[in-house]
């Protein structure tokens, strides 16, 4: 398992469509676990494979990114040891994921990419949708989602596209947020 580097813009290569996962073998078990690496690393609640360069359907996702494994912090204020429990994790991992049924109706969330860093602004997406999935497996699954995990979904199926949230804006709104980017690069 590794961190691997994380595409941002302009990166060409985050423009490339995915191709579908074929064969359900070691080496997409070692892409998933890398991606969570990264991801849990950044931190960050979703990944797409194309984002550490590779160019393949799967998607991760964490909407719980607290790090469990940090040591529990002790107090004892009152003589006594409590240990703050930190939020488990909940890995998710979506092979060669399709949307179905999309809601017309649409919900609003201020969304941010890892792709995209340090840049935040609202899109609105279909509130809930069906994602039809394989899992590391190749086994089908199907799942109503909702909230948070429904944007997110489709926020990293959007990568599989070629497409980055900043796409979502009108072009003021994109090219201001490239701007404000570039500027923190070079504050950097
Ligand atoms: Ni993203």
């Known amino acids: 398992m590794a ?3 994380i595409l941002e813009v302009p ?3 985050l423009k ?7 064969v359900f073998d070691d080496a997409l078990r070692t892409l998933v676990a890398d991606m969570f690496d990264t991801m849990y690393d950044a931190p960050g609640i979703g990944l797409a494979a194309i984002q550490i360069g590779v160019p393949k359907r799967v998607l991760v996702i964490d909407l719980q990114p607290e790090d469990p494994d940090a040591e529990p912090v002790a107090c004892d204020h009152d003589g006594h040891h409590h240990h703050h429990q930190p939020t488990k994790r909940e890995p998710r991992v979506f092979v060669n994921p399709v949307i179905l049924d999309p809601a017309e109706e649409l919900a609003t969330y201020q969304e941010g990419c890892l792709s995209v860093p340090e840049i935040y602004a609202d899109v609105d997406r279909p509130a809930t949708c069906r994602v039809r999935y394989q899992d590391l497996d190749g086994t089908v699954h199907e799942e109503q989602l909702d909230g948070l995990m429904a944007t997110c979904i489709q926020h ?5 596209e ?3 949230f900043i796409d979502h804006l009108s072009r003021l709104k994109r090219q201001m947020a490239l701007k404000k980017l570039q500027k923190l690069r070079q504050a950097a």
Not at 16 to 22: F, K, L, N, Q, W
Not at 156 to 160: G, K
Request: aromatic share 0%; glycine share 4%.
């Open 156 to 160: 990293e199926m959007d990568h599989l």
């Open 16 to 22: 490339i469509v995915s191709e579908p996962v074929t």
């Open 162 to 164: 070629g497409i980055l």
């Open 11 to 13: 990166d060409p290569r």
């Open 3 to 5: 961190i691997r580097p």
